[in-house]
């Protein structure tokens, strides 16, 4: 049951947090773990629970913390080329990929908590319990609600930056305000089930196709809140499978996460979607 | 005179000595104290095998170790080399586009599935798969995933930060799918993922070293040959087409070359990353166009690099070791980073 409830706003949380992601970005590829986010915030999760700490809630202070300073990092380096999505995309991953080979020496240098963080590393949701889910369940909540409150500002947000300034709207600032909303439900998430990747990149792509028929298939009113069910949707079915035991026993979700959206994230790419 | 003393020359000769320290530094750096006293001692009756423990450690544990990382950094950094000028890439690399991530996966299915299927599930060895063969089915992994990424990527021609993308997106596909295969058949030997995904050379022997010697033979051999159309295929395809080369036909030789120089480092040292990133863009530094100076210096630098960063790996928690393609990486994401900023900022 705390795992079903776990996968439920986990996913959706994921799901969100990638279509705020994709919206601030203006990056249709964009995806929290494609930006930095979800391997800083791993990176610094196991630094402190290593060295520091094994309380819950201040490793989920550490992890916002670490995914913002991945976040920032990816940003810096693209601001260069004006946010162009292919080098957003390019920069987020070479921070990705230090992120994990850092986590990687972290985790070796110490031997002793590498079999727990293991397992984690990859994503996964078994054995997470109550107390685990009852630390980040009000924060995420507390998050979604917020998002979804918002989402309509979403929509503004993505005309050019003139437009929205004529409007009245700081930008800056609402990118800001929603990118570390989206930040920080990422970083809850990855501090109880690990770095999984890419449900926030196929939930909003999977909800823009099936409004894609709809008279609004661009409103953000109607995909934030679809990407959070379809997020909570690929997590719960993913874990399934996970948890039947088809494809081996222990299969971490994170790894049938990966897979799924290597695909969508390929065919999309081919399709030309950068 | 003044030829000799060239500045590629001096930097062959810089690296040519830094590999020789490098490996003598090999044999003394590691958990257990042996001295250079005892490397000499050993070299003086080589033939003769070890005779004190302390030579005994050198003989059959950091010697073909150091031998395994200086082959394989060899053939990283000529395989990175050839794969940025066959592309024109300035960010191609085996790691980046997911070469290495479809070796390791062949290697994962050949040695784990021949475990699984005529293996015993109690024993800690693994059973027999000929050693020999890895290295081959290394290969056609890494062909499929350089067919796949050129797929993915082909929108009208080749964009290098397109190409790029589709080969880490690839690579994070391909070694999901490895996870999964160690989890999945690999029972009990999880604890061997996260070491062979990062690339290491921890435990590496003569068995290792044995199958890798004949492909850094021919692939030395191959680069040797493909030297001159290397130099041609640096400019447009119209310069290759004067100078009576076919182009794409050379493309796919030198490609091939060079993912089966990185395919077989793989299967003995798992995929470490960036040094085929990183050193042909030193050796291009130091060295300037002379494609045979690049060539020479890149495979002596890729040989310290990698030399170099197992004997960091080793030394600076020992006994215990960080894999060395987590070292490498460390060092090669900010060069990476370097690389995408300044070729940017020169198409701007």
């Known amino acids: ?274 | 005179m003044r030829n000799m003393l060239s500045i590629p020359r001096l930097w062959i000769c810089f690296f040519a000595v830094a590999t020789m320290l490098l490996l003598g530094l090999g044999q003394v750096v590691g958990a257990a104290h042996v001295g250079f006293a005892d490397v000499q001692a050993l070299a003086s009756h080589f033939a003769d095998g070890p005779q004190t423990p302390q030579e005994q450690i050198i003989y059959d544990i950091r010697l073909p170790r150091t031998l395994v990382g200086l082959f394989v950094g060899v053939h990283f950094a000529l395989a990175g080399m050839i794969m940025q000028i066959v592309l024109r890439n300035p960010l191609a690399e085996p790691g980046i586009l997911g070469i290495s991530s479809g070796a390791s996966l062949a290697v994962v299915i050949s040695i784990l599935g021949a475990d699984f299927i005529w293996g015993d599930v109690n024993s800690r060895a693994i059973a027999g798969f000929p050693p020999e063969l890895v290295p081959l089915f290394a290969l056609l992994g890494g062909l499929v995933a350089a067919i796949l990424v050129l797929w993915f990527s082909w929108n009208n021609g080749l964009q290098p930060q397109r190409t790029a993308i589709a080969g880490v997106i690839l690579g994070i596909f391909l070694n999901a799918l490895v996870l999964a295969v160690i989890v999945g058949i690999g029972a009990g030997r999880a604890q061997m993922a996260i070491l062979w995904i990062s690339g290491s050379l921890f435990s590496r022997g003569y068995e290792n070293l044995q199958p890798i010697i004949p492909w850094t033979v021919l692939g030395l051999f191959a680069t040797i040959l493909i030297a001159r159309p290397l130099s041609i295929l640096r400019f447009s395809d119209d310069f290759a087409r004067n100078a009576g080369l076919n182009p794409s036909l050379w493309r796919v030789a030198c490609a091939v070359v060079a993912i089966g120089l990185a395919a077989s480092a793989v299967s003995v040292a798992g995929p470490i990353g960036f040094v085929g990133l990183v050193i042909p863009h030193l050796a291009r530094l130091l060295v300037g166009a002379n494609i045979g100076a690049q060539l020479t210096v890149a495979a002596l630098a890729g040989a310290c690099f990698t030399t170099g960063a197992d004997l960091l790996g080793r030394a600076v928690i020992a006994p215990l070791e960080i894999p060395v393609g987590a070292i490498t990486s460390l060092v090669g994401v900010p060069i990476f980073i370097l690389i995408l900023q300044r070729n940017l900022w020169r198409l701007k």
């Open chain 1, 1 to 274: 049951m705390p795992r079903l409830l776990a996968a439920l706003i986990v996913g959706a949380a994921f799901g969100g947090a990638g279509c705020v992601t994709q919206a601030i970005s203006r990056n249709p590829l964009g995806d929290p773990s494609l930006i930095g986010v979800t391997t800083g915030s791993a990176f610094f999760v196991v630094t402190a629970y290593t060295y520091f700490t094994t309380a819950l809630p201040s490793l989920i202070l550490i992890g916002v913390f670490g995914g913002i300073f991945g976040a920032s990092i990816t940003f810096l380096l693209a601001r260069q080329t004006n946010f162009s999505p292919m080098h957003l995309i390019l920069a987020g991953m070479a921070v990705s990929l230090f992120f994990s080979a850092a986590t990687v020496t972290i985790n070796i240098i110490d031997s002793a908590t590498s079999n727990s963080t293991f397992f984690w590393l990859i994503g996964n949701l078994a054995n997470r319990g109550w107390v685990e889910l009852n630390s980040v369940g009000l924060p995420i909540l507390l998050g979604l609600s917020c998002l979804l409150l918002l989402r309509g500002k979403l929509n503004i947000l993505m005309f050019d930056d003139d437009n929205v300034r004529s409007r009245g709207m700081n930008v800056i600032g609402w990118r800001l305000a929603f990118g570390l909303l989206a930040v920080g439900l990422v970083a809850c998430c990855v501090a109880i089930v690990g770095p999984i990747g890419f449900v926030g990149l196929v939930a909003p792509h999977i909800v823009r196709m099936a409004l894609h028929n709809t008279p609004t298939p661009t409103d953000h009113r109607y995909i934030l809140p679809l990407s959070m069910l379809a997020g909570a949707t690929i997590l719960l079915v993913t874990d399934a499978i996970a948890i039947s035991g088809y494809l081996g026993p222990n299969l971490p979700t994170g790894i049938l996460c990966a897979l799924l959206g290597g695909i969508i994230f390929a065919l999309l790419f081919k399709k030309g979607a950068v």
